[in-house]
C-alpha cells in the first residue's frame, strides 16, 4: 500500500513565524502535490513537483515556497505565517501510470492555525 | 482544463446502489475522468478513473457516457461507511495536477 505521511495532524503556529509542513511518501514516486482544503472552496493546488530539485506554481502559490531536496520528501514552507493560511494543508504523490494515468494518494492532512 | 458538475448532495439508504452523476461537457479526447471520496477529517482517496471504457474494481464502477460529457460513480452496495464528499475530476491536459470542484456529498443511510 502507498503510504504519504505528513509530519503533524495539528500544528498551531503565531503570525509572522518560518513554518515547515513535511511530506514524505514510501512508494518512489516522481510526483509530488501540495494542496490547501477550506470550507467552501474546496482543494486548491499550492504547488507541485515533478522530479528532485524541480518545482512548479500551482494555482495559488502566493506565501508559500517549497523545498524537494530527495525524492521521498516534499516540504511546503511558509515564510512568514499570516492568519488567511489557517487552513488544512494535504500533501499527495503520484506516478505516472499506465496510459499516463495519474492517480494520486494523499497525506492524512495537517491543520495549521496562525494565531 | 475541463469543468466539472456534480448534484452538492445526494442520499442512499444502506446496502443499496448509489448512483452518483457528473458532468464534464468541454472535456477533451486525451482527458482522463477521475473519482475521489474524502471521509471526514481525512485526506481524499482515489476510487477509480477511466478514459473512455466503463470501468470496474473493487471499490466501484465508473461508466461514461459514449459521448464523454458525463459519467457516473456507482457503488453497488452502499455501507454507513460510504458517507463521505464524492469528487469527479477531469485530469489537468499537461500536467498530473487535479482540479478539485466541491463534490457530492453522498449521505447513507439506515
Known amino acids: 500500500d502507498v503510504k504519504v505521511t505528513q509530519s503533524s495532524r495539528y500544528l498551531v503556529k503565531r503570525t509572522g513565524e518560518k513554518v515547515f509542513l513535511e511530506c514524505v511518501q514510501d512508494?518512489?514516486?516522481?510526483?509530488m502535490f501540495w494542496y490547501r482544503q477550506d470550507p467552501g472552496l474546496g482543494l486548491r493546488l499550492i504547488y507541485f513537483?515533478?522530479?528532485?530539485?524541480?518545482?512548479e506554481k500551482g494555482d495559488i502559490p502566493e506565501g508559500y515556497s517549497v523545498s524537494r531536496e530527495k525524492k521521498e520528501r516534499f516540504s511546503l514552507i511558509l515564510e512568514s505565517a499570516s492568519t488567511n493560511q489557517t487552513s488544512m494543508y494535504l500533501c499527495?504523490?503520484?506516478?505516472?501510470?499506465?496510459?499516463?494515468?495519474?492517480?494520486?494518494?494523499f497525506g492524512p492532512g495537517t491543520r495549521l492555525t496562525v494565531t | 482544463d475541463a469543468k466539472t458538475t456534480q448534484p452538492p448532495s445526494m442520499d442512499c439508504a444502506e446496502g443499496r446502489a448509489a448512483n452518483l452523476p457528473c458532468n464534464h461537457s468541454?472535456?477533451?479526447?486525451?482527458?482522463?475522468v477521475y473519482w475521489y471520496r474524502q471521509i471526514h477529517s481525512q485526506g481524499p482517496q482515489y476510487i477509480i478513473h477511466g478514459l473512455k471504457n466503463n470501468e470496474t474494481n473493487e471499490m466501484a464502477s465508473l461508466i461514461i457516457t459514449e459521448d464523454r460529457k458525463s459519467s457516473t460513480l456507482i457503488l453497488p452496495h452502499a455501507t454507513l461507511r460510504d458517507t463521505a464528499v464524492y469528487y469527479c475530476?477531469?485530469?489537468?491536459?499537461?500536467?498530473?495536477?487535479?482540479?478539485f470542484g466541491q463534490g457530492t456529498t453522498l449521505q447513507v443511510k439506515p
Open positions: 513537483s515533478y522530479d528532485v530539485k524541480m518545482k
Open positions: 468541454t472535456i477533451s479526447g486525451n482527458e482522463y
Open positions: 475530476i477531469v485530469r489537468g491536459r499537461n500536467t498530473g495536477k487535479l482540479i
Open positions: 499527495a504523490s503520484s506516478s505516472v501510470g499506465g496510459q499516463g494515468a495519474y492517480e494520486q494518494y
Open positions: 512508494m518512489d514516486h516522481e510526483n
